[in-house]
């Protein structure tokens, strides 16, 4: 006992002292020193990225908790410059929006909803409809699918454009059709059902080359021996479908589906472009009613950034759920 006891402060003094942690500068330069070339070649995309995103991104932000209008902001009148008078008002434009208040935000929610709900499933199910048909032998095969991928070739502004001349009540080729016929002419875009439909039908002309592009490789991917075991064990097509097909493209799908409603949610180009100020404001989504208020009338930025917000805030909190749920089902 005497023994062990004389011994132990000195096993103690015996052990080497514990190295201290570098602090953050010394791990930065260190890290600096070894990886400065990746760090070189990064910071083109960093700048940028904080250039075009960040910086608007915080500055709305900040206008969001203002009253900021082309009325109060900062502007030059020939010699004389006229300082910045808004305030900020915290929580308030939130306040207004979420609350109802301001009697616009619901409204366009649910169309903006409706919308992207539709055009999604109407662009997935004519997307793998078409990768289905193309994914098979036959002839011409390539033709069909470079024809098929023109309207995701063509710039968007373009392509709307060409459907707005088609929809057009004087010189558009479906009221020549329909007259053609010995029916009445149709104002396509004249209410706003027609206009909502013709929308849905634009965007979706657009989006279903990408879908059945990522598609068709999700198709090319499932091993052809499933459909083969299944076949021989009595499956008929539509089992093949549902027992095969659809959990081979699971990976893909749910990755199309997210980017799909996202792009879709923000669509700002169709809607603008096809009816222009044609509306009476029911075919507007969030993201076009946010540029009316913001470039519309005398603008109200705070109102227009506070929409850009929420609009930020709700794809980030459908993406986490979406994402957590396909995480849950693997």
């Known amino acids: 006992m005497t023994t062990a006891t004389t011994h132990e402060p000195a096993r103690r003094a015996a052990r080497p002292p514990r190295a201290s942690r570098p602090g953050p500068l010394t791990a930065v330069r260190r890290s600096w020193d070894r990886h400065w070339y990746a760090w070189a070649m990064v910071a083109p995309v960093i ?24 009325l109060n902001s900062a502007k030059n009148i020939g010699p004389v410059h006229i300082g910045a008078s808004y305030h900020f008002v915290g929580l308030h434009n939130y306040w207004q929006i979420l609350s109802g208040r301001d009697g616009d935000f619901y409204p366009r929610l649910e169309w903006t909803v409706v919308w992207t709900v539709s055009c999604v499933v109407i662009t997935y199910c004519l997307g793998l409809g078409m990768a289905m048909l193309l994914n098979r032998p036959m002839r011409f095969r390539l033709f ?3 024809a098929l991928i023109l309207p995701w070739a063509v710039p968007a502004f373009i392509g709307v454009f060409a459907w707005r001349l088609m929809f057009n009540s004087q010189y558009g080729v479906f009221n020549d059709i329909v007259t053609g016929a010995g029916l009445p002419a149709q104002d396509w875009l004249g209410t706003p059902f027609a206009q909502k439909v013709a929308v849905i039908m634009v965007n979706v002309w657009c989006g279903v080359p990408f879908m059945m592009v990522a598609l068709l490789g999700g198709l090319q991917a499932v091993p052809g021996e499933l459909y083969e075991a299944a076949e021989m064990d009595g499956a008929s097509p539509l089992q093949r479908f549902f027992q095969v097909t659809v959990p081979g493209l699971r990976p893909v799908t749910g990755t199309v589906i997210l980017l799909s409603t996202v792009w879709t949610f923000n669509m700002f180009p169709i809607i603008f472009l096809l009816l222009g100020g044609n509306t009476t404001g029911d075919t507007d989504i969030l993201v076009t009613f946010a540029y009316e208020k913001a470039f519309t009338g005398v603008s109200d930025y705070s109102g227009a950034a506070t929409y850009g917000i929420v609009i930020l805030l709700i794809l980030v909190a459908f993406s986490t759920f979406y994402r957590r749920r396909l995480t849950a089902q693997d």
């Open 47 to 70: 700048i940028v990225i904080g250039v075009l995103v960040l910086y608007p991104l915080g500055y709305g932000l900040y206008l969001s908790f203002t009253d900021a209008t082309e």
């Open 144 to 146: 069909y699918r470079l």
